[in-house]
C-alpha cells in the first residue's frame, strides 16, 4: 500500500493557515453496468489545498480527467463523498452544480473551446457578464500577454493564443479552482510553455488553486504536488520541493 | 449464388437515416400534406372527369339545346335529318310554383315532357326509385332525386302546383337523376337549394295542355353525330328554327349543369398546381437544410469513404439516396392521405352533384406523378450538399473543417451591435456571418406564414363577399318573377301582397351582347334609378346608380367582349320579339357574384320595345306576416318564381363552409404542419450547429435557461425576420389566387385581413417557439464533457 503511504506524507505537507479545498473521500466513478462497465475511479482518497499547484499524471484511461470533470461539478461520482470548503458537492442537483461551477470554478480544456463568434475580449467578458467580482477582460487579457489582440476573432489567432484566451476566460471570474484538462496537449513547445507560464503566474499571483491534468512527464515537473494515476486508483502522491518553472520544460 | 444481402454502405444509409428520424419525418409529413392535395385534387378531377363522361355517354347527354316560343312537332323530322345530328329530342318545359306541406315558403321546380312513348332519346333518366310514369295516367311525375330526398318525398306522394297559372295535383311515382341536371340551381340562383327548386318530369300531354302547346314543343336538345362539326350543325339548326322564336342553339357551354361542373374541375386543376407546389418547394427547403447538416457532419466520413475507393459518383448517391429515401416516405404519407382526402371529398361532391354514383379513383399517373414530384423535390434540395460531397478531396475532408471566421459588425448594426451583452451579440453574429443560412430559414418560417395568411384570408374573402351580396348589393327579402313581362300596374299588385313594407321592380332580358367579334349570351338587368333593395355595386365595393344612358358592363363581361367604357355594344334578344339594339358602354363595375350588363330600368323597357314593363319585383316583407305572405303567393298564378333572400343567403353560407371551410380547415391544418416542421428543422439544425458553444456556456457556469437563450434567441429572431415577409407573400398569393379563382359567376374581391395577419403571425411563431422548446431538451441532456473534449 504504497500509495496510502505517500498519501500519508503528503498529508503531513499540508501547511499551517492553509485550509483544504476539495476533500475526496472513497470516490468512485463506474461508466456502464454489468460486464460492460468501466471502473474509470476505485476508491480515490485526497485532500486539496487552497492555493497549491496541483499536477494530476497518468495514461489516458487512468481515471484523472474523469476526477477533474468532477471536482468541477460536469460529472457525477458514482460513489464515495468530496467536500468543496467542507460542503458535499455529490449532494448537489444540477442547479446547485451550475451554481458552483459559475462561481468558483474555471476551466481550461485541450481544445480552447472558445466562443468563435464572439472576440477574445468578448470570450472572456462572456463570464465576467455572470461573475460577482471578476476581473475586467482587459486586465485579464494583460495577464496572458494578449491586450494587443484583444479584438481578434479564435479563426484570427494561433492555438496558443486561443488557449491564452481560454486561461483569462476561466480567471477572469476569480475562480477559486482552476481545472486544466491536457492545456498544452494540442500545442507545440514553444506556445505550450507560454500557457503554462500564464498558469503559474496566475497561481502564485491569486493563490487560486490550480490543478492540471497531463499525461506529460516533463509538465508534471511544475506540480507542487503531483498525483500519479492508473486504473482509477491512486499510485503515487509525490512533493515537489523546488517545482520547475515552465521555461525550463522540455518535450 | 449467395444471395446479396444490404451492402455496408446502404446498412450505413438505414442507420443514417434512423438517426435523422424526426427530420426525415418533418421532411415527410411536409411533402405528404401537399402530394395529398395533389392526389386528392387530380385524382378527384380525374374521377368527375371519367363520371360524366360515362354518365353522358350511358344516359345520352345533349351536346347541344335551344329553347322557343313555340315550334311544330312538324319540324322534327328536318332536326333530325340535318347533318351531323345523331338524335334529337323535342320536348315542352316550364317553370311552376309547389305548394308543399314540409315548407312554408313556396318552392318551384322545373317542368320536362316525357316522351309519349318509351324513354326520352335524349337526355334520358336514371331512375333511382319508383317507376316510369304511366302515358294513362297524366297526373303521374317524376321528381329529381336530391329535391325529393331534401323533403322526403316517397313516390306514392302527391304534390300540388301551379302550372301555367292553374293549380293542378300530381302523383311521386318515381324518383331519378339525369346528366343534365348534375347541377341544379334554380335560374338566377348560384347554389342549389335541393328543398326549394327540383325538377319534374311528367307526361307531355298533360304538358302540353298546361301551355298550350298542343302539336308543338318549346325545347329541343340535340346529339351530334361522332365527328360533326358542332359550330355548322347550330348553324343549321338555328336556320330551321328561327322563325319559331328560338332564343339560338347552344352548346354544352352555355348548359348551366355542365358549366357548374366545368368551372368545378379548373378550380380543382388550379388547386393541384398551385398547393402542392407550395409544400414542394419547402420541402426541398427542409431536406436542403437537413442535408447540409448532414454532409457537415458526415465529412469525415466522406474522406474516409474516398480513401477506400469509393468514387465520387458512388459516394454522391450514398447520400442522395437518404434524400429520397425521405421523399419515399413523403410520397407514401401522400399518397395514402391523398385517397383518403379524395373519397371524404367525394361524399362532399355527392350534395352537390347529383350523380348516381361517385366514387373517387385516382389514376396509376396521379401517383406516378406525386411520386416523381416527391423525388423531384428531395433530388432538387439535396443538390447542393451532394455536389459538396461530390466535390471533397478526401485529404480535405479527413481535416477537420477551419473554425469560421468571423468578423465584426460594420456599419449601422455596429452601434447596436455593441449595446448587447455578449450571449445576444453571438445570436447577431451568427446570423450575420451566415445569411444564406439564416435567409433559408427565414424563408421556410415565411412560406410557412404565408401559406397561414392565404388560408385566413378565405373566409374573410367570403365574409365579404356575402356581406356585399346581401347587405349592400340586395336588401330585399324576396325576389317574385312574373310569367312574362308585365304592366308597371302590376308592381301594385306586389305591393299589395300581405306584409310587403316596399316593393321596387325590375327587368331581366336574356340577351347576346356582341362586340369585337366577340359573342357572350349573358343577361341585362334593368335597375330603377334610386333603387333601395336591388343596387349596383362600383369598384370601391360599394352601391352606386344605374347610368343614365347606356350601359354598364360587369368586369368579367367586359373582358370577355373586350370592351370598354365608350364602345358599341349590340344586345340581341333571346327569348320573346328578339329585338336587336345598340348600347354604349357607360362603365364597368364589380358585382360579386354574377356578371351580367345592368341598364336604367326605363331605358332598358325601352331599349326592348316595351316601355314600361317589367319583369318582377324586388320586395321587402314585414316578418309578422311572413305565413300570410307566403300563402297568397302560393295562390297568386302570375308569380312563376320566388326567391328568399335569407335562404339563398343560408344556401350559400352552407355551401361555402362545406366546401371551402372544410377544405380550408385541411389547409390551415397543412399550414400548420409546414410551420412545424420548418420551425422543427430550423431548430434542430442550429442546436447542432451551437451544440459545442452551448456546452461551453454551460461549462463556464451559465445556466440552461441562459444557454437556452443563444438558441432560442436566434430562432426568434429569425422567424420575427420572417414575419413581414411571410405577410406580404400571403397576400401576393391570395391575390393570385383570387384570381386565379375568378369566374363569370364570382369576382372574388381581394381584401386585407389584419386579424388573419396576425393569426398567422402568432402560429407560427408558436410552432418555432414550441419546436425550440423540444429541442431545448436537448440543451439540458448535452453532454458537456464529451462534446468539448471532440474536436471541432
Same mark, same amino acid.
Given at each position: 500500500?504504497?500509495?496510502?503511504?505517500?498519501?500519508?506524507?503528503?498529508?503531513? !505537507? %499540508?501547511?499551517?493557515?492553509?485550509?483544504?479545498?476539495?476533500?475526496?473521500?472513497?470516490?468512485?466513478?463506474?461508466?456502464?453496468?454489468?460486464?460492460?462497465?468501466?471502473?474509470?475511479?476505485?476508491?480515490?482518497?485526497?485532500?486539496?489545498?487552497?492555493?497549491?499547484? !496541483?499536477?494530476?499524471?497518468?495514461?489516458?484511461?487512468?481515471?484523472? /480527467?474523469?476526477?477533474?470533470?468532477?471536482?468541477?461539478?460536469?460529472?457525477?461520482?458514482?460513489?464515495?463523498?468530496?467536500?468543496?470548503?467542507?460542503?458535499?458537492?455529490?449532494?448537489?442537483?444540477?442547479?446547485?452544480?451550475?451554481?458552483?461551477?459559475?462561481?468558483?470554478?474555471?476551466?481550461?480544456?485541450?481544445?480552447?473551446?472558445?466562443?468563435? /463568434?464572439?472576440?477574445?475580449?468578448?470570450?472572456?467578458?462572456?463570464?465576467?457578464?455572470?461573475?460577482?467580482?471578476?476581473?475586467?477582460?482587459?486586465?485579464?487579457?494583460?495577464?496572458?500577454?494578449?491586450?494587443?489582440? !484583444?479584438?481578434?476573432?479564435?479563426?484570427?489567432? /494561433?492555438?496558443?493564443?486561443?488557449?491564452?484566451?481560454?486561461?483569462?476566460?476561466?480567471?477572469?471570474?476569480?475562480?477559486?479552482?482552476?481545472?486544466?484538462?491536457?492545456?498544452?496537449?494540442?500545442?507545440?513547445?514553444?506556445?505550450?510553455?507560454?500557457?503554462?507560464?500564464?498558469?503559474?503566474?496566475?497561481?502564485?499571483?491569486?493563490?487560486?488553486?490550480?490543478?492540471?491534468?497531463?499525461?506529460?512527464?516533463?509538465?508534471?515537473? !511544475?506540480?507542487?504536488? %503531483?498525483?500519479?494515476?492508473?486504473?482509477?486508483?491512486?499510485?503515487?502522491?509525490?512533493?515537489?520541493?523546488?517545482?520547475?518553472?515552465? /521555461?525550463?520544460?522540455?518535450? | 449464388?449467395?444471395?446479396?444481402?444490404?451492402?455496408?454502405?446502404?446498412?450505413?444509409?438505414?442507420?443514417?437515416?434512423?438517426?435523422?428520424?424526426?427530420?426525415?419525418?418533418?421532411?415527410?409529413?411536409?411533402?405528404?400534406?401537399?402530394?395529398?392535395? @395533389?392526389?386528392?385534387?387530380?385524382?378527384?378531377?380525374?374521377?368527375?372527369?371519367?363520371?360524366?363522361?360515362?354518365?353522358?355517354?350511358?344516359?345520352?347527354?345533349?351536346?347541344?339545346?335551344?329553347?322557343?316560343?313555340?315550334?311544330?312537332?312538324?319540324?322534327?323530322?328536318?332536326?333530325?335529318?340535318?347533318?351531323?345530328?345523331?338524335?334529337?329530342?323535342?320536348?315542352?318545359?316550364?317553370?311552376?310554383? *309547389?305548394?308543399?306541406?314540409?315548407?312554408?315558403?313556396?318552392?318551384?321546380?322545373?317542368?320536362?315532357?316525357?316522351?309519349?312513348?318509351?324513354?326520352?332519346?335524349?337526355?334520358? *333518366?336514371?331512375?333511382?326509385?319508383?317507376?316510369?310514369?304511366?302515358?294513362?295516367?297524366?297526373?303521374?311525375?317524376?321528381?329529381?332525386?336530391?329535391?325529393?330526398?331534401?323533403?322526403?318525398?316517397?313516390?306514392?306522394?302527391?304534390?300540388?302546383?301551379?302550372?301555367?297559372?292553374?293549380?293542378?295535383?300530381?302523383?311521386?311515382?318515381?324518383?331519378?337523376?339525369?346528366?343534365?341536371?348534375?347541377?341544379?340551381?334554380?335560374?338566377?340562383?348560384?347554389?342549389?337549394?335541393?328543398?326549394?327548386?327540383?325538377?319534374?318530369?311528367?307526361?307531355?300531354?298533360?304538358?302540353?295542355?298546361?301551355?298550350?302547346?298542343? +302539336?308543338?314543343?318549346?325545347?329541343?336538345?340535340?346529339?351530334?353525330?361522332?365527328?360533326?362539326?358542332?359550330?355548322?350543325?347550330?348553324?343549321?339548326?338555328?336556320?330551321?328554327?328561327?322563325?319559331?322564336?328560338?332564343?339560338?342553339?347552344?352548346?354544352?357551354?352555355?348548359?348551366?349543369?355542365?358549366?357548374?361542373?366545368?368551372?368545378?374541375?379548373?378550380?380543382?386543376?388550379?388547386?393541384?398546381?398551385?398547393?402542392?407546389?407550395?409544400?414542394?418547394?419547402?420541402?426541398?427547403?427542409?431536406?436542403?437544410?437537413?442535408?447540409?447538416?448532414?454532409?457537415?457532419?458526415?465529412?469525415?466520413?466522406?474522406?474516409?469513404?474516398?480513401?477506400? +475507393?469509393?468514387?465520387?459518383?458512388?459516394?454522391?448517391?450514398?447520400?442522395?439516396?437518404?434524400?429520397?429515401?425521405?421523399?419515399?416516405?413523403?410520397?407514401?404519407?401522400?399518397?395514402?392521405?391523398?385517397?383518403?382526402?379524395?373519397?371524404?371529398?367525394?361524399?362532399?361532391?355527392?350534395?352537390?352533384?347529383?350523380?348516381?354514383?361517385?366514387?373517387?379513383?385516382?389514376?396509376?399517373?396521379?401517383?406516378?406523378?406525386?411520386?416523381?414530384?416527391?423525388?423531384?423535390?428531395?433530388?432538387?434540395?439535396?443538390?447542393?450538399?451532394?455536389?459538396?460531397?461530390?466535390?471533397?478531396?478526401?485529404?480535405?475532408?479527413?481535416?477537420?473543417?477551419?473554425?469560421?471566421?468571423?468578423?465584426?459588425?460594420?456599419?449601422? *448594426?455596429?452601434?447596436?451591435?455593441?449595446?448587447?451583452?455578449?450571449?445576444?451579440?453571438?445570436?447577431?453574429?451568427?446570423?450575420?456571418?451566415?445569411?444564406?443560412?439564416?435567409?433559408?430559414?427565414?424563408? +421556410?418560417?415565411?412560406?410557412?406564414?404565408?401559406?397561414?395568411?392565404?388560408?385566413?384570408?378565405?373566409?374573410?374573402?367570403?365574409?365579404?363577399?356575402?356581406?356585399?351580396?346581401?347587405?349592400?348589393?340586395?336588401?330585399?327579402?324576396?325576389?317574385?318573377?312574373?310569367?312574362?313581362?308585365?304592366?308597371?300596374?302590376?308592381?301594385?299588385?306586389?305591393?299589395? *301582397?300581405?306584409?310587403?313594407?316596399?316593393?321596387?321592380?325590375?327587368?331581366?332580358?336574356?340577351?347576346?351582347?356582341?362586340?369585337?367579334?366577340?359573342?357572350?349570351?349573358?343577361?341585362?338587368?334593368?335597375?330603377?334609378?334610386?333603387?333601395?333593395?336591388?343596387?349596383?355595386?362600383?369598384?370601391?365595393?360599394?352601391?352606386?346608380?344605374?347610368?343614365?344612358?347606356?350601359?354598364?358592363?360587369?368586369?368579367?363581361?367586359?373582358?370577355?367582349?373586350?370592351?370598354?367604357?365608350?364602345?358599341?355594344?349590340?344586345?340581341?334578344?333571346?327569348?320573346?320579339?328578339?329585338?336587336?339594339?345598340?348600347?354604349?358602354?357607360?362603365?364597368?363595375?364589380?358585382?360579386?357574384?354574377?356578371?351580367?350588363?345592368?341598364?336604367?330600368?326605363?331605358?332598358?323597357?325601352?331599349?326592348?320595345?316595351?316601355?314600361?314593363?317589367?319583369?318582377?319585383?324586388?320586395?321587402?316583407?314585414?316578418?309578422?306576416?311572413?305565413?300570410?305572405?307566403?300563402?297568397?303567393?302560393?295562390?297568386?298564378?302570375?308569380?312563376?318564381?320566388?326567391?328568399?333572400?335569407?335562404?339563398?343567403?343560408?344556401?350559400?353560407?352552407?355551401? @361555402?363552409?362545406?366546401?371551402?371551410?372544410?377544405?380550408?380547415?385541411?389547409?390551415?391544418?397543412?399550414?400548420?404542419?409546414?410551420?412545424?416542421?420548418?420551425?422543427?428543422?430550423?431548430?434542430?439544425?442550429?442546436?447542432?450547429?451551437?451544440?459545442?458553444?452551448?456546452?461551453?456556456?454551460?461549462?463556464?457556469?451559465?445556466?440552461?435557461?441562459?444557454?437556452?437563450?443563444?438558441?432560442?434567441?436566434?430562432?426568434?429572431?429569425?422567424?420575427?425576420?420572417?414575419?413581414?415577409?411571410?405577410?406580404?407573400?400571403?397576400?401576393?398569393?391570395?391575390?393570385?389566387?383570387?384570381?386565379?379563382?375568378?369566374?363569370?359567376?364570382?369576382?372574388?374581391?381581394?381584401?386585407?385581413?389584419?386579424?388573419?395577419?396576425?393569426?398567422?403571425?402568432?402560429?407560427?411563431?408558436?410552432?418555432?417557439?414550441?419546436?425550440?422548446?423540444?429541442?431545448?431538451?436537448?440543451?439540458?441532456?448535452?453532454?458537456?464533457?464529451?462534446?468539448?473534449?471532440?474536436?471541432?
Amino acid at each position: 500500500m504504497t500509495a496510502r503511504k505517500t498519501q500519508a506524507r503528503g498529508w503531513a !505537507m %499540508v501547511r499551517v493557515g492553509m485550509s483544504t479545498l476539495f476533500s475526496l473521500r472513497g470516490l468512485a466513478k463506474i461508466y456502464g453496468e454489468g460486464e460492460a462497465s468501466v471502473r474509470a475511479l476505485d476508491g480515490v482518497d485526497l485532500d486539496i489545498v487552497e492555493g497549491e499547484l !496541483m499536477v494530476l499524471l497518468g495514461p489516458s484511461g487512468s481515471g484523472k /480527467s474523469t476526477l477533474l470533470n468532477i471536482l468541477g461539478g460536469l460529472d457525477r461520482a458514482s460513489a464515495g463523498e468530496v467536500l468543496f470548503r467542507g460542503a458535499p458537492l455529490t449532494a448537489l442537483d444540477d442547479r446547485a452544480l451550475t451554481r458552483f461551477r459559475r462561481e468558483h470554478v474555471g476551466f481550461i480544456f485541450q481544445f480552447y473551446n472558445l466562443i468563435p /463568434s464572439l472576440t477574445a475580449r468578448e470570450n472572456v467578458e462572456l463570464v465576467a457578464e455572470i461573475a460577482a467580482d471578476p476581473l475586467s477582460a482587459e486586465e485579464a487579457l494583460d495577464l496572458v500577454g494578449l491586450k494587443a489582440r !484583444m479584438d481578434h476573432f479564435p479563426a484570427q489567432l /494561433s492555438g496558443g493564443e486561443q488557449q491564452r484566451v481560454a486561461v483569462a476566460r476561466a480567471l477572469a471570474k476569480r475562480p477559486a479552482v482552476l481545472l486544466c484538462d491536457e492545456p498544452t496537449g494540442a500545442l507545440d513547445l514553444q506556445t505550450g510553455v507560454r500557457v503554462l507560464e500564464a498558469l503559474v503566474e496566475i497561481n502564485q499571483r491569486y493563490r487560486s488553486t490550480t490543478l492540471i491534468v497531463t499525461h506529460n512527464t516533463d509538465v508534471a515537473r !511544475m506540480g507542487e504536488r %503531483v498525483v500519479r494515476f492508473r486504473d482509477g486508483r491512486i499510485r503515487s502522491l509525490e512533493v515537489n520541493e523546488k517545482p520547475a518553472a515552465p /521555461s525550463e520544460l522540455v518535450w | 449464388m449467395r444471395p446479396r444481402g444490404l451492402s455496408s454502405l446502404d446498412k450505413k444509409l438505414l442507420r443514417d437515416v434512423w438517426r435523422m428520424r424526426l427530420h426525415a419525418l418533418a421532411v415527410a409529413l411536409v411533402l405528404g400534406c401537399g402530394l395529398a392535395v @395533389f392526389v386528392m385534387a387530380v385524382g378527384m378531377r380525374g374521377s368527375l372527369e371519367r363520371t360524366r363522361a360515362d354518365y353522358y355517354a350511358e344516359r345520352r347527354m345533349a351536346d347541344l339545346a335551344v329553347s322557343l316560343v313555340r315550334a311544330p312537332d312538324r319540324l322534327i323530322g328536318r332536326l333530325a335529318a340535318t347533318p351531323g345530328v345523331a338524335a334529337v329530342e323535342t320536348r315542352i318545359a316550364g317553370l311552376a310554383l *309547389l305548394d308543399l306541406d314540409q315548407i312554408e315558403e313556396p318552392a318551384s321546380a322545373r317542368l320536362v315532357s316525357l316522351p309519349a312513348r318509351g324513354r326520352p332519346a335524349v337526355n334520358d *333518366l336514371t331512375l333511382a326509385r319508383g317507376r316510369w310514369p304511366d302515358p294513362a295516367h297524366v297526373e303521374e311525375v317524376i321528381v329529381s332525386h336530391a329535391f325529393a330526398t331534401a323533403l322526403e318525398l316517397q313516390p306514392g306522394d302527391t304534390l300540388r302546383a301551379v302550372l301555367h297559372g292553374r293549380r293542378q295535383t300530381l302523383r311521386i311515382v318515381g324518383l331519378a337523376n339525369a346528366p343534365e341536371f348534375i347541377f341544379v340551381a334554380a335560374p338566377g340562383e348560384l347554389f342549389p337549394q335541393p328543398e326549394r327548386f327540383g325538377v319534374i318530369w311528367m307526361g307531355r300531354e298533360a304538358l302540353a295542355r298546361a301551355y298550350d302547346l298542343d +302539336g308543338a314543343f318549346n325545347e329541343a336538345v340535340v346529339r351530334l353525330a361522332r365527328g360533326a362539326h358542332s359550330a355548322a350543325v347550330i348553324d343549321a339548326l338555328d336556320e330551321i328554327l328561327e322563325p319559331y322564336g328560338s332564343g339560338g342553339v347552344y352548346g354544352r357551354d352555355r348548359m348551366v349543369s355542365d358549366r357548374f361542373l366545368s368551372e368545378e374541375l379548373r378550380q380543382l386543376a388550379t388547386m393541384a398546381a398551385f398547393l402542392p407546389t407550395f409544400f414542394l418547394l419547402v420541402a426541398a427547403f427542409l431536406v436542403n437544410i437537413a442535408m447540409g447538416r448532414v454532409i457537415a457532419t458526415e465529412r469525415s466520413n466522406i474522406g474516409l469513404l474516398k480513401a477506400f +475507393g469509393y468514387g465520387d459518383v458512388a459516394v454522391g448517391w450514398h447520400y442522395a439516396k437518404s434524400a429520397l429515401m425521405f421523399a419515399a416516405i413523403g410520397a407514401l404519407i401522400g399518397s395514402l392521405a391523398g385517397v383518403a382526402l379524395g373519397r371524404w371529398m367525394a361524399d362532399v361532391y355527392q350534395d352537390y352533384y347529383h350523380f348516381p354514383r361517385l366514387d373517387f379513383v385516382a389514376s396509376p399517373f396521379t401517383f406516378a406523378a406525386a411520386w416523381t414530384a416527391a423525388f423531384l423535390a428531395a433530388g432538387l434540395g439535396a443538390l447542393v450538399s451532394v455536389w459538396r460531397a461530390v466535390r471533397l478531396a478526401p485529404a480535405a475532408a479527413l481535416q477537420p473543417p477551419r473554425p469560421a471566421a468571423f468578423q465584426r459588425i460594420e456599419g449601422p *448594426l455596429a452601434d447596436f451591435a455593441a449595446r448587447l451583452d455578449a450571449k445576444s451579440r453571438i445570436i447577431v453574429r451568427r446570423i450575420v456571418r451566415f445569411p444564406r443560412r439564416a435567409g433559408t430559414t427565414v424563408l +421556410g418560417v415565411a412560406l410557412a406564414m404565408a401559406l397561414l395568411v392565404v388560408a385566413r384570408t378565405f373566409p374573410a374573402v367570403m365574409d365579404r363577399l356575402l356581406d356585399v351580396h346581401f347587405n349592400v348589393a340586395n336588401r330585399q327579402d324576396v325576389t317574385l318573377s312574373f310569367i312574362e313581362a308585365r304592366e308597371a300596374g302590376a308592381l301594385h299588385d306586389v305591393a299589395r *301582397l300581405p306584409g310587403v313594407v316596399y316593393a321596387e321592380p325590375f327587368r331581366a332580358d336574356g340577351v347576346v351582347l356582341r362586340h369585337a367579334g366577340r359573342e357572350v349570351q349573358e343577361a341585362v338587368i334593368g335597375v330603377p334609378a334610386g333603387a333601395r333593395l336591388n343596387r349596383l355595386i362600383g369598384q370601391s365595393g360599394g352601391a352606386i346608380e344605374p347610368p343614365a344612358a347606356g350601359v354598364f358592363l360587369a368586369r368579367a363581361l367586359a373582358e370577355r367582349l373586350a370592351a370598354a367604357p365608350g364602345d358599341d355594344i349590340e344586345i340581341e334578344q333571346t327569348s320573346g320579339r328578339r329585338v336587336r339594339a345598340r348600347a354604349r358602354v357607360a362603365g364597368v363595375i364589380d358585382p360579386m357574384v354574377g356578371s351580367s350588363a345592368y341598364m336604367e330600368l326605363s331605358a332598358l323597357a325601352r331599349l326592348m320595345r316595351e316601355p314600361g314593363r317589367v319583369s318582377g319585383a324586388h320586395a321587402m316583407l314585414d316578418p309578422a306576416h311572413h305565413r300570410a305572405f307566403n300563402r297568397r303567393l302560393k295562390e297568386t298564378p302570375a308569380i312563376v318564381g320566388a326567391s328568399f333572400l335569407t335562404l339563398a343567403e343560408r344556401s350559400m353560407r352552407r355551401s @361555402f363552409e362545406e366546401g371551402v371551410g372544410y377544405m380550408n380547415l385541411i389547409y390551415a391544418a397543412f399550414a400548420a404542419v409546414m410551420a412545424g416542421g420548418v420551425a422543427f428543422s430550423a431548430a434542430r439544425i442550429t442546436l447542432a450547429e451551437q451544440e459545442r458553444d452551448l456546452a461551453t456556456l454551460r461549462v463556464l457556469g451559465f445556466t440552461r435557461l441562459e444557454a437556452s437563450y443563444v438558441l432560442m434567441g436566434e430562432l426568434m429572431a429569425l422567424a420575427l425576420a420572417a414575419a413581414p415577409i411571410g405577410c406580404i407573400l400571403g397576400m401576393w398569393l391570395a391575390m393570385w389566387l383570387m384570381e386565379l379563382f375568378q369566374t363569370d359567376m364570382y369576382s372574388f374581391p381581394f381584401i386585407h385581413n389584419p386579424p388573419g395577419y396576425a393569426f398567422a403571425v402568432a402560429f407560427t411563431l408558436a410552432c418555432v417557439l414550441a419546436a425550440a422548446f423540444v429541442v431545448r431538451r436537448g440543451v439540458d441532456r448535452l453532454d458537456m464533457v464529451a462534446v468539448l473534449k471532440a474536436r471541432d
